[in-house]
């Protein structure tokens, strides 16, 4: 078929990294009206952005979400406009719109997690600190199994929170996810560093020991010692 023909193409061309050609390739895909246009809007959304054309990216993926609503990668151009509003051009505004379009449109999506992830940090960056808070608990509480991203939330919470509360969190966190345990070492144990250093040594000391008592095979546990 002439239309899957000019996709291929489009293919080889963004393989080898030859972006403007692929890009032409897949505007005649659309142009033929047929099949593949969702594909090739996300295709060329990827091009652009290796371009570093950023606005003309999201401009593609943003063609993909308005006139494709049944395909399979809409969720995945949201993520991706979501991405460079806010990390690229510097947009929170949009960045939390896309992200939260995702969440509320595909809350069983395997990225549903990075966009409240994403929802946080726009809503941080706009000022709003009690949703980003929010946000980040709603990684933990409903997608903790993803390591990545709740890891993500607890780093931005350390410092979002009083010590108390972030230690509750942490715990609560662990006691409901225990297969996750192994990934927290390093956040239990500069954690612990970070209260020593603070003064808060009652903190200190209940890290500390949570860290010599579930690590019990990690390198750092002397200097926790010491430290407790």
């Given at each position: 078929?002439i239309?899957d023909?000019?996709?291929r193409?489009?293919?080889?061309y963004?393989l080898?990294?030859?972006?403007?050609?692929?890009?032409?390739y897949?505007?005649?895909?659309?142009?033929?009206?047929?099949?593949?246009?969702?594909?090739?809007?996300?295709?060329?959304g990827?091009?652009?952005?290796?371009?570093?054309?950023?606005?003309?990216?999201?401009?593609n993926?943003?063609?993909?979400?308005?006139g494709?609503?049944?395909?399979?990668?809409?969720?995945?151009?949201?993520?991706?406009?979501a991405?460079?509003?806010?990390?690229?051009?510097?947009?929170?505004?949009?960045s939390?719109?896309?992200?939260?379009?995702?969440?509320?449109?595909?809350?069983?999506?395997?990225?549903?997690?990075i966009s409240?992830?994403?929802m946080?940090i726009?809503s941080?960056?706009?000022?709003?600190?009690?949703?980003?808070?929010?946000?980040?608990?709603?990684?933990?509480?409903?997608?903790?199994?993803?390591?990545?991203?709740?890891?993500?939330?607890?780093?931005?919470?350390?410092?979002?929170?009083?010590?108390?509360?972030?230690?509750?969190?942490?715990?609560?966190?662990?006691?409901?996810?225990?297969?996750?345990?192994?990934?927290?070492a390093?956040?239990?144990l500069?954690?612990?560093?970070?209260?020593?250093?603070?003064?808060?040594?009652s903190?200190?000391?209940?890290?500390?020991?949570?860290?010599?008592?579930?690590?019990?095979?990690?390198?750092?546990?002397?200097?926790?010692?010491?430290?407790?």
């Amino acid at each position: 078929m002439i239309v899957d023909a000019h996709a291929r193409v489009g293919d080889c061309y963004f393989l080898k990294k030859n972006y403007n050609s692929a890009i032409t390739y897949y505007q005649k895909v659309i142009g033929f009206r047929y099949a593949f246009g969702d594909y090739s809007y996300y295709q060329m959304g990827e091009a652009y952005y290796r371009l570093r054309k950023y606005k003309s990216s999201v401009s593609n993926f943003g063609k993909l979400v308005s006139g494709f609503r049944k395909s399979a990668f809409r969720d995945n151009a949201l993520d991706r406009m979501a991405d460079i509003y806010g990390n690229w051009l510097k947009d929170n505004n949009n960045s939390y719109k896309y992200a939260k379009q995702l969440v509320t449109e595909y809350p069983r999506s395997p990225l549903a997690s990075i966009s409240y992830n994403r929802m946080a940090i726009a809503s941080y960056n706009l000022g709003r600190k009690a949703d980003a808070v929010k946000y980040y608990k709603k990684v933990l509480s409903d997608y903790g199994g993803d390591k990545e991203n709740a890891q993500l939330a607890l780093d931005n919470l350390k410092s979002l929170v009083t010590a108390a509360e972030f230690d509750k969190i942490l715990k609560d966190y662990r006691k409901s996810n225990p297969n996750m345990n192994e990934n927290l070492a390093d956040l239990v144990l500069n954690t612990g560093k970070e209260r020593y250093f603070a003064g808060n040594y009652s903190s200190a000391v209940s890290q500390f020991s949570t860290y010599i008592k579930d690590y019990k095979n990690e390198i750092g546990r002397a200097s926790c010692r010491e430290r407790v």
